[in-house]
């Protein structure tokens, strides 16, 4: 699952290409740029999921959030870590027949902080790192 420079390049174009053109798309609002998320892909650009954070309360959603979904039926589930000390924050679809979204995982958070949210598939136990992102609280 390792790809070439070239190719690793090539896939962290894309997806930041999808990524901004997601955050065009949804609109200048102040609680639209506060949140996030997108496709989750492995090494041989295999789409596993999606996830989404929210900074801020919004249309009945918890703020200071993020949840998973995995939409492939291949016996993997898809997780989330946000990394908080002293316990990180889990969201995860595993145990869970797909398509299955997790539930939010959540709790307030100090305004205006970076954390990183981690991403990875997961099946009996193997765990298989995807990406990590930079959200803001």
Do not use: C
Not at 7 to 35: C, D, K, P, Q
Not at 81 to 88: A, D, G
Not at 97 to 121: C, H, V
């Amino acid at each position: 699952m390792k790809l070439g420079i070239l190719n690793r390049s090539a896939a962290l174009i894309a997806s930041a290409a999808l990524l901004a053109g997601g955050t065009l798309i949804a609109g200048a609002s102040s609680a639209a740029a506060a949140n996030m998320g997108g496709a989750l892909y492995d090494d041989d650009l295999v789409y596993r999921g999606s996830w989404e954070w929210n900074q801020d309360p919004h249309d009945g959603e918890p703020g200071d959030a993020f949840r998973v979904t995995d939409s492939v039926a291949d016996g993997w589930g898809v997780e989330a870590v946000l990394e908080i000390s002293p316990t990180p924050r889990v969201a995860t679809t595993q145990g869970h027949s797909s398509p299955y979204t997790s539930p939010w995982a959540t709790g307030d958070l100090p305004e205006g902080t970076d954390y990183t949210l981690s991403f990875y598939i997961v099946k009996n136990g193997t765990y298989e790192f995807l990406k990590s992102v930079t959200v803001t609280s």
